[in-house]
Structures are given as C-alpha cells and as structure tokens.
DNA sequence: CATCAATATGGACAGTGTCAATTTAAGCAA
DNA sequence: TTGCTTAAATTGACACTGTCCATATTGATG
C-alpha cells in the first residue's frame, strides 16, 4: 500500500463532517469555521469550497446529521414496544432530553436558523421526520379531540425543548437534582400529564 | 446654540446603546457590529472601545436592559392585582409570551450565552430579577408542597420558554393559530394547569 | 494515449474585533 | 487667565474570517 499522492484527499466531503463534528461539540458552533476545518484535515483553505458551497452548507449539512441522529433515537425508543400512549410520549421526552444533554453543542444548532439554508430540503425532510412520532402519538379521535391533541403535543413539545434549552444555557439551578429519586425532568414531565393543580 | 465641537460626542455611551438596540431589532445579534454601531452614529470604528472594550460587553449591556424590560413588563402585569395565583401565574406568562414575540431578537439574546460576558454582576442580578416573581408565585407550604412547588414552577417556565422559542423560530405551524377563540399560548398554559389527561 | 471534468491550490479582497500610538478638548487647580 | 491631567475621540495596524478567482493537479473516460 503505498503512499498516494496527497494533491486529491479522495473522501474530503466525509472528512469535512467530521472533523467539522468534532469541532462543534468541542468549541460550539463559533469554532466550525471552514478554515478552522481545513487546517485540521491539513488541506488549503479553500478546498472545503468544492464540497460546501458556503459556511451555512457545512452547517446544514451538520444538522441535517444530527437531526437524523436524534429522530432514530426517538425511533429506537419507541420500539421497544411499550404499548401505553403516556409511556410512549415519555419515551419520546426523554429520548429529545438525553440527546440534548449529551450533545449540547449539536442541540443548539438545530435551532440556530440564522446559521442554517432552512430552505434545504434534506434539513426540511428531517425535521419534519423528527416531529412525525409526535404527530402520530396524538393522532387519534374526532376533530374536536384532534384539536386537543394538537394543543397536548405542543405544549410537550414546549415544554421539552424549553427544558433542555434552559439546562443547556446553565438557567436551572441546581443543574442535576432529583425529585423523590426521579431527575427533574420526569417530575415535570408527570406535572404536564396530571395537571399542575393549583389551588 | 451653536454647533458644538464634533470631536466629543457628548453622550456616546447612551447613543451607542440606541443605535445598537435598532440594529439588534432591524438585523439579529449579527447585526450588531461595533463597526456598524460606529458607522451609523458617525463616529470612529475604534471609539465605541472607550465605553464597551468588546463586542461582548456591548451585547451583554443590550442584554442587561433586555431582563430589565421584560422583568418590569411582567411587574407591571403582576400589580394590576389579581388574587387568583393561577390567573398570576398566566400573567406571567402571557407577559414572556408577548415580550419574546414583540422583541423577538431581544428576546433570543437573552439566551446568547456565547454572545453575553455571562458573568457580568449587572447581567446577573437582571436575569435573577426575572426568576423572582416566578419564585414568589410558588413559594409557600411545607417542604415538601415546595419540591413539587419548584417542579411546577420549572414545568411553566420550561414550557413558556419552549414556546416563544420554537416560535421565533417558525417551528410551529400553524404560526398564529387559535383554539375555540384564545390563542394557542393560552390552550397550553390551560393544558399544564389541568393535565393533558392522556387516557 | 489524449482529453475533460472534478478537485485541490494559493492569492486576493472586504469585512470583522481588538490593540496601540496619537490627537483633541473638557475639567480642574493654581 | 494659564497650565496640567485625563477622558474621549482619531487613524493605523494586525490577525482572522468567508468567499471569489485563476491556476495546478489528477482520476476517469474516450
């Protein structure tokens, strides 16, 4: 196997990603710049250019992944069978939670649209898979109800991606703490499916 | 009154803070360069450095005032003085609600931690300004109606600020949607309040 | 082998934040 | 008033960025 000229990497765009993956979830989405990448492949500068147009090409690409990423978390979950609907939508929470705490630097970018082509139509397709479970766990019953379910999905929608949101951004305090033995994140959970009775 | 000197503006820190502020609402925190801050003010690119050192100091004291906005929008709501600690703790939350989607550039910097020299004292004695009439709200009974206390406070607030955000980012469809008559964001907040009764 | 298109290169340009040396003038003490 | 100190503004520079361009290399195809 002999040394092959080094003028043509061969599989730059894969090494693109994930030297660029690396360096989101090391330094945030600031520390994803396209010579930053490049000089850690140790190519030119500009070479990036062939495979991603644009800094908001690699960016998108980055997500479309990590969408993907989170989508077949939420799938495998939902596989495991569990046949109550409640169960089922926590399933879903704590799969979007656990992938955000993990992977703070990937969660964030989801959402940062001024860093993103949102008119690309691969990120469209994922994002729109990533709700496709939710959707479905609440389709059911007549129109008045499926008005309901829309209100149920997205106020556990919100409630989840403001969760992780604020855990991301350090603005719960205590960040780790447990309710009677559960994580926080169950007990609010639970306090959206039985109602916060206040008195 | 004649025409001053031009050499010393007078009160640039004050017109910074301004024009800084209409770029932020007009363009996005990208927006909101010291150069273009200068620029439309006339002034050197190098003079804003006199009264914010860097970019992040300029950011963090929009920011600053930003907390300080919302935080006296939610005050003011909270003193027309209604008794009903469920009908205050709507008022919380309609008062977040309106200010992110009014200001919603300001709104999404208040959670730029990349962006914000987050350990400013001004900045954080403003973000905790906001946590304040949220806390009072929930803070009564024993230790144990407390725990459950703080998790429903952390449900709301999670779940408003899931909701503005995913807004802002035009991730609900339909954007401005009502169910039976009340905005979507009244259906929710309802939605913690009672449970979402998945049968 | 010859050619072509894909891919990589280096150089350039405008824009940015930030630093440094310098100039201006306002405020204050004598 | 005069003179000094100092805050506040200036210009200039540097390194970094994304992006464009002309050029060079090479793999693949005829």
New interface residues.
């Given amino acids: 196997m002999t040394e092959k000229s080094t003028y043509h990497h061969g599989n730059l765009r894969d090494a693109l990603l994930d030297a660029a993956f690396e360096l989101l979830d090391q330094e ?3 520390g994803v710049t396209i010579r930053a990448v490049a000089r850690s492949l140790g190519v030119a500068h500009s070479a990036p250019a062939n495979h991603f147009k644009t800094r908001k090409d690699l960016l998108t690409a980055l997500a479309t992944r990590s969408f993907e990423q989170l989508t077949s978390a939420i799938q495998n979950g939902l596989q495991q069978g569990l046949e109550d ?2 169960e089922r ?1 926590k399933v879903f929470a704590d799969s979007v939670i656990a992938y955000g705490l993990n992977h703070p630097n990937r969660y964030r970018l989801l ?1 940062r ?2 860093c993103l082509a ?1 008119d690309d139509p691969d990120l469209l397709a994922q ?1 729109d898979a990533l709700y496709e479970p939710l959707i479905h766990l609440f389709e059911q019953g007549d129109q008045k109800e499926q ?2 379910a829309e ?2 999905g ?10 992780v ?2 855990r991301l ?4 305090v205590p960040l780790n703490d447990e ?2 033995g559960e994580p ?1 994140e169950r ?2 959970i639970d ?9």
Same sequence: chains 1, 2.
């Avoid at 997205?154 to 969760?163: D, F, K, N, P, T």
């Avoid at 951004?169 to 719960?172: A, M, Y």
């Avoid at 306090?191 to 008195?199: C, E, H, T, V």
């Fill in positions: 945030g989405v600031d609907r409640r939508l959402w649209r001024d949102v994002m008005r309901s209100t149920s997205i106020a556990l929608w919100s409630m989840v991606h403001g969760y949101s604020l951004d350090g603005n719960l309710v009677s926080r007990a609010i306090a959206l499916f039985d109602g916060i009775a206040s008195k």
